[in-house]
């Protein structure tokens, strides 16, 4: 027995009669709301009456419920049946290609569970019904399925669907029965289709209808609930796919009937007496008990995603939006993946408790129809062959490397191998997995220095830049923030995963600014992301391994308020060197009072805060950070491979650092690793080439970065003597004359001039021969000269 719910034709006729109903009742209320005045005849009460407000409007809302266009539902089914039939695509030798008609024969045959409608086909067939589908998918969804129902039983005719799954083998064992059953009765047997009648559609139905929806996306907004739409974001939070019950069947306890109650909403309440026509006239009062075989189910996944950095306001919090999928749409994601869906925007009716406390305002989800998973930045279209007139200019430009670099944060002046090595992070080397192992392709940078010299300000450029890009500070940052939170799921009570800021940002840029701020325990969890590129996850009985290709920018301050040359690197950033090892490039922004120099920084802030705009330097204009978002979406696709003739460069190379740094005590920032840090620069400036091939000068270049970088964290000696004292820097002046004389004596005056020659006082000169001449460094005789006693 079916206990479904109507169809659309059905629940149409219902809404009709409804409307009717309520019509006359506004009538009889508005005439009996004029009886006292008993002297009106009845006839000008009824002319009255229909010429009231409420009898102009029960007429306008009955004019809109028989709208032939919006309403008629035999002409919506034929013209949906027409064009299952009739359309076609043609294929690359000119032939006619029924593709829906071919799918409904794959679905009579078991061969095929979905049939994905493209709202553009049906707009290049019928604009109107493309519209109609739009502003009412649910009903038009209904009416797909039962026009599909009708195909698939003219195709299947007098015969049984093939059995493909367990409820199949239910469904054939009772339609044999039951012909059995009317044969051993003295019935002549009925055919298949007759027999398969008495059971819902719901449970016969072994397919599944996915609109997708067209290429242009809308803002959401309060008169998109109901309609079909389309969003796109980044998965936050992914349930586990679980059951959910679409047809629930029944077994009577007294006669043994089976009865069927379809499933439409998020939930239902049990049927209880049986309601066969047996229990009914023998007044048995069976009792109805669930039963799992025999009943359908379908898959279910909840996921929430969150609206990408580029689409947030300034100053906003990104909006979440909670998304249910259903069958075959299921498991097409996960968290940190960047997703466009099509479905229905749909409030949420609250039951239970909740119901009382929500007022007016109506919680909304997304019933997802069609999920597609962006899976990198560059997949959304397939070739570099749609490219501009303007874009193609620019690749021609012999200088681009250099253009590109000065547009990235043009308004902050020089550090040019700086924005230089952001470049290459932001485009990104070349991953390789050979033989299970995989080799990153991801470039770490880290921005090291004195306060105020714009690091802050290079990483929210990058941040803005990158296509994907995630931004947090090292102390506001938790190492589940960064990572994975193991959170309870509101729809099934079980433990979930929500993915961290490294999870998000996956096959994109994670900046975070003050990054040795951050507490050593959550530090120690980006360990493994640097490197081997995912995060192992061991909680709360969730034991996983999460993708996180992110190439991390990050800044970090001195641990004594400015850069000391005196002392190592880690003194002065207080991180560990395991972990600035995985660093590609680190770099020591240093602020150097420096009198030419400041006097071209302070003339480009001036500039820049006069006219709004920074100057232009070698004739360069900054690109548009649109048209360089495009170019490093086209760059990341070429796979450029390292040939057999740079091996001995590359080898040279190494050996060369590695000497240099044994020789100076600097070990620990040069280890095997850099080595593939020079491949992964490398890699990156061809592909800025849109090159497939590693050339020379691209090795050269990223050999130049890196011993640039290495320099920056070895300052010359001239910037050592800025910070020593005048006594010091008079000592040295003395041990220099001393070097050159042979030891001999050194006559006063000469040691004057030397100084004065340096900037140092004579003042100064005489302080330091007296310091060292009480410590019995050197002696002065009576005719002032000076000799050295200690070497």
Known sequence: MDLSQPTAYEAEIMHYLVVEATFSVVIQHTIQ??????????????????????????????????????????????????????YYGVDESGAKVFYYREDIQRIAEREQVALYVNLDDINRFDESLAVLIEGNARRFHQIFNEVIDEMVQEILGDRQPPIRDALDA????????????????????????EARKKYPPQLLRRFEVIFKNRDAMKPLAANCVGKLVTVSGIVIRATEVKPIVEVMTYACDTCGAEVYQPVNGPSFMPAVNCPSKDCVESKANGRLHMQVRGSKFGKFQEIKIQETSDQVPVGSIPRTLTVNIYGEATRQCAPGDHVRISGVLIPLMRTGFRQGGGG???????????????????????????????????????NLYDMLAYSIAPEIYGLTDVKKSLLLA???????????????????????????????????????????????????????????????????????????????????????????????????????????????????????TLNARVAIVAAANPAFGRYNPKRTIEQNIDLPAALLSRFDLLWLIQDKPDRDGDKRLASHITYVHMNAKQPEVDGMKPIDMRLIRRLIEVAQRKQPVVGDTLRERLVEMYVDMRRVARESDDSTFTSPRL??????????????????????????????LMQASKDSLRPEMLQQEIRQSPIDRAFAVLRELNSSAGDAVIALQTAVEACARKGISEEALRDAITVHQSNGVIMVDSQQRIRFVMN
């Open 33 to 86: 709301s004029r009886s006292i005045r008993p002297e009106r005849p009845i006839e000008e009460d009824e002319r009255v009456a229909s010429h009231s407000p409420s009898f102009k409007m029960m007429m306008h809302f009955f004019k809109m419920a028989f709208n032939k266009e919006g309403m008629d539902y035999d002409k919506h089914k034929a013209l949906i049946r027409e064009f299952i039939d009739t």
């Open 170 to 193: 239910f469904i054939f064992q009772r339609v044999y029965m039951d012909d059995q059953s009317k044969i051993a009765d003295g019935y002549l047997g009925g055919t298949i289709q």
């Open 360 to 398: 007016l305002v109506a919680e909304t989800f997304l019933e997802a129809h069609f999920v597609e998973n962006i899976r990198s930045s560059v997949d959304e279209k397939d070739t570099d062959d749609d490219l501009t007139e303007e874009e193609v200019e620019l690749l021609a430009q012999d």
């Open 426 to 544: 932001l485009v990104g080397g070349v991953d390789r997995n050979a033989s299970g192992m995989k080799i990153r392709g991801c470039l770490n940078v880290l921005l090291m220095g004195d306060p105020g010299v714009a690091k802050s300000q290079l990483l929210s450029y990058v941040n803005r830049l990158a296509p994907r890009s995630q931004y947090t500070t090292g102390r506001g940052s938790s190492g589940v923030g960064l990572t994975a939170a193991v959170v309870k799921d509101p729809v099934t009570g079980e433990m979930t995963l929500e993915g961290g800021a490294l999870v998000l940002a996956d096959r994109g840029i994670c900046c975070i600014d003050e990054f040795d701020k951050m507490m050593e325990s959550d530090r120690t969890s980006i360990h493994e992301v640097m490197e081997q590129q995912t995060i192992s996850i061991a909680k709360a009985g969730i034991m996983t």
């Open 675 to 704: 080595l593939l840090s020079v491949i992964r620069m490398s890699t990156a400036l061809a592909r800025l080439r849109l090159s497939n091939v590693v050339l020379p000068d691209d090795i050269e270049e990223a050999i130049r």
